[in-house]
């Protein structure tokens, strides 16, 4: 992008789609269920605190979260149209 290099998981911490089954990111991951009969679906949210903390001890913690959060706001933009 701007010739600087990132870690492989730059932007990476929340799943980007959340889809049947396990969502993984590097600190955050959904397990969407589909309902069976008269049970609604049921997603289950989680978070590796380890993962957690070696990203709040990482330099570009900031810049990666704001990525991170980009990331979903437009994903989230484009699946409301």
Known sequence: ?????HKDCFGKMF???IETGL???KVFS???K???GLI???E???TDVDQWDDCRRCPEFDSCYKLSMAKIA???SLSHQ
């Open 1 to 5: 992008m701007n010739g600087k290099s």
């Open 15 to 17: 799943p980007q789609r």
């Open 23 to 25: 969502n993984q990111a």
């Open 30 to 32: 959904v397990e969407k």
């Open 34 to 36: 589909l309902p069976g």
């Open 40 to 42: 609604h679906r049921k």
């Open 44 to 46: 289950a949210v989680r």
């Open 74 to 76: 437009l994903q989230t």
